[in-house]
């Protein structure tokens, strides 16, 4: 995630950049309801919200979630960091552990604009 004038954008390696705008973004960090995503094309491609613990901002994008730590989206908000992680939420099993280690911050950020 990272600022792009008055709008949060989500990169995600293969999906392409969505994005929440920063008053959005800031509906969702205080806990007053989840605010639209945009994709790619413009369109409503999903919804972002606070986790119960407070600590994570989700991002519904198509038919995955995404999250990233509150406080470097606070950080990239305030200037004080440039990008915040995104890590993409896999459903737990009997054998898996519901984190992904896998950082999708995309090496190439054309389709974003950068």
């Given at each position: 995630?990272?600022?792009?004038?008055?709008?949060?954008?989500?990169?995600?390696?293969?999906?392409?950049c969505?994005?929440?705008?920063?008053?959005?973004?800031?509906?969702?960090?205080?806990?007053?309801?989840?605010?639209?995503?945009?994709?790619?094309?413009?369109g409503?491609?999903?919804?972002?919200?606070?986790?119960?613990?407070?600590?994570?901002?989700?991002?519904?994008?198509?038919?995955?979630?995404?999250?990233?730590?509150?406080?470097?989206?606070?950080?990239?908000?305030?200037?004080?960091?440039?990008?915040?992680?995104?890590?993409?939420?896999?459903?737990?099993?009997?054998?898996?552990?519901?984190?992904?280690?896998s950082?999708?911050?995309?090496?190439?950020?054309?389709?974003?604009?950068?």
């Amino acid at each position: 995630m990272f600022l792009d004038n008055d709008t949060l954008r989500i990169g995600i390696d293969g999906r392409g950049c969505s994005a929440i705008s920063i008053a959005d973004t800031r509906t969702v960090i205080l806990g007053l309801g989840e605010s639209p995503i945009t994709g790619p094309d413009g369109g409503i491609a999903g919804a972002a919200w606070l986790s119960e613990s407070g600590k994570g901002l989700y991002c519904s994008i198509g038919n995955r979630v995404y999250v990233t730590p509150v406080q470097r989206v606070k950080m990239v908000l305030s200037g004080k960091h440039r990008k915040a992680p995104v890590f993409e939420r896999i459903t737990e099993t009997k054998s898996e552990m519901d984190v992904s280690f896998s950082l999708s911050e995309p090496k190439e950020m054309e389709s974003c604009g950068v």
